[in-house]
């Protein structure tokens, strides 16, 4: 998808210029506003998010034909998703994310409700549902994935939640296409921090995804294949 810019008319050809706003890659604001922001270029088409929660993405802008899971509401958990293969445009993927004894996670008593971990889970676990639930929306989907993910410290360790959701991303033949930094306010924390070690997180991202075969994600831009010895006898 692109979104065509208006020209600003000239009497000189080569003087017209494009005019009107592009979506900057850091945006501020709610995350029913960032999603509002990237809709045009991502969300135009069918849309279908699997971790609904309590529909906040979507008090902005409201895709159509649109349908909503969540573990918490019709029981449909993303790695088992009913959908068939490539029957939406676009799968969206807010899940949680915070491992067990993570720093974040400890540092304000909503952070497991607002981030859908109704129960701490080792890493390891965490990141199997991660894949398996990534899997699901690059099956499902026929061209974007959109994935919101943060760091978060654990035991001291900084992980970069994007570099880790890419590396997972990559690894199941998706293609990075976008990553938008949201600036979140203050984030969680600050009041049991004694000795400051790190910048205090103050973002979130999200990471946009292509499946490979729709037009530019790179299945057409294929290399001819490498001819070794003499080549073909033509
Ligand atoms: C970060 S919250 C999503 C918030 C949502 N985007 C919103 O704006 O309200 C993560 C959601 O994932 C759901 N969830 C956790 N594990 C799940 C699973 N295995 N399958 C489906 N949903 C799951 C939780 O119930 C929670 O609502």
């Not at 995350?31 to 008090?59: F, M, Q, R």
């Amino acid at each position: 998808m692109t979104i065509p810019r208006m020209v600003q008319q000239s009497f000189l050809p080569d003087m017209q210029r494009p005019v009107g706003p592009v979506p900057g890659s850091v945006q501020t604001g709610t995350n029913a506003e960032l999603i509002a922001t990237v809709a045009p270029l991502y969300l135009t088409g069918a849309v279908l998010d699997v971790t609904y929660g309590t529909g906040g993405w979507w008090k902005e802008y409201q895709p159509h034909p649109f349908t909503a899971h969540d573990l918490n509401t019709d029981g449909v958990d993303f790695r088992a998703l009913p959908e068939d293969d490539n029957s939406y445009d676009a799968v969206c993927f807010d899940p949680p994310y915070i491992p067990q004894g993570g720093d974040n996670h400890m540092a304000t008593g909503d952070w497991g409700t607002r981030y859908g971990l109704t129960r701490s889970l080792p890493q390891s676990e965490l990141d199997d549902m991660f894949t398996e639930g990534m899997a699901e929306a690059a099956r499902v989907t026929r061209e974007w994935v959109l994935i919101k993910c943060t760091d978060y410290t654990s035991s001291a360790i900084l992980t970069v939640g994007s570099v880790k959701v890419v590396n997972l991303a990559t690894a199941l033949g998706l293609v990075t296409w976008d990553l938008i930094v949201h600036h979140t306010g203050p984030g969680p924390g600050g009041h049991n921090i004694f000795t400051v070690r790190r910048c205090r997180r103050h973002h979130s991202y999200l990471v946009v995804f292509r499946k490979r075969g729709t037009p530019g994600s790179g299945k057409l831009r294929e290399k001819p294949p490498i001819i070794v010895g003499d080549g073909p006898p033509w």
